[in-house]
């Protein structure tokens, strides 16, 4: 009943956001730019969009036959982005990554789980590059922020990662990377050393349009070879969208098929996601 309620309750934020979207991108302004002009920027919104690096980003995930009973595991997840200027050529990053769970019974004995995952900061050195690439580098970590033992794995975590973004002409595709190790915590909960990649490759069309294709494949080295990786794979779709003169957003929507998944993992998973851009 619980991840039921949450389920409307995600699906009616999902629907106001679209809605003020659709409202805000229907009002009269006052003089409209060329429709040359329009491409150009709904162009440039959607290069921003792509980037690993610059943006907040709401994701809405709902995993379907996920667990032992076989039913429904939802995911909020929220992406905040700091970037500031260290000297005139070079740029730091922090990204965190924070997300909130609602998902039936996974096992026998177990009840239905609300709450709050682990956190996952991420921090990145960004050297000066050319206009279409760009990389960062630097550690990640993860605070045992779970609010049960079925939410997170109770360490505090540390490692590297790595992300890099490239575009030619109407082509976007990139790659973020992670590896973990857990140093302290909770003595009762095993020791783990989990990576993950994000990967995109997507194609600009008009008026800020998008199709592509991603993966979001993580490996919890430290689990049975069976249960060791997830890979999703499958389409995504975007539309650049204005708010005002200084802010930009972008809807997306994508589905996965767990090509490989763990014993009790989901078979597909269908994500609603909401982008800010500001200029």
Not at 89 to 116: C, D, I, K, M
Not at 230 to 251: A, M, R
Request: proline share 7%.
């Amino acid at each position: 009943m619980v991840p039921k309620l949450f389920s409307l309750t995600f699906a009616t934020i999902g629907f106001a956001l679209v809605c003020t979207v659709v409202a805000r991108t229907q009002e009269a302004p006052a003089p409209q730019p060329s429709p040359t002009q329009d491409l150009k920027e709904a162009a440039q919104r959607q290069e921003e969009a792509a980037d690993p690096f610059a943006s907040l980003i709401f994701q809405y995930d709902t995993s379907f036959n996920y667990g032992y009973y076989r039913e429904m595991q939802q995911k909020l997840e929220i992406q905040g982005v700091v970037l500031s200027d260290v000297g005139a050529e070079h740029r730091l990053l922090t990204r965190t990554v924070a997300s909130f769970y609602a998902f039936s019974p996974p096992g026998p004995g177990v009840g239905s789980q609300v709450g709050f995952g682990d956190l996952n900061p991420q921090f990145f050195y960004m050297p000066k590059m050319g206009s279409n690439v760009q990389i960062g580098y630097g550690p990640a970590f993860i605070f045992p922020t779970g609010t049960s033992q079925y939410l997170g794995l109770g360490k505090w975590a540390v490692g590297p990662d790595a992300a890099i973004l490239a575009i030619r002409k109407n082509i976007k595709y990139g790659v973020l990377v992670e590896n973990v190790w857990s140093v302290a915590g909770d003595p009762a909960r095993p020791n783990y050393s989990e990576a993950s990649l994000d990967g995109f490759y997507s194609w600009t069309l008009a008026h800020g349009d998008s199709v592509g294709v991603k993966t979001d494949t993580t490996a919890l080295w430290s689990a049975l070879d069976s249960n060791k990786w997830t890979v999703p794979f499958g389409p995504s779709f975007g539309h650049i969208v204005k708010f005002d003169e200084d802010h930009y957003g972008q809807l997306g929507l994508a589905f996965f098929w767990n090509v490989v998944r763990p014993r009790l993992g989901s078979t597909w998973t269908a994500r609603l996601q909401l982008v800010i851009l500001q200029r």
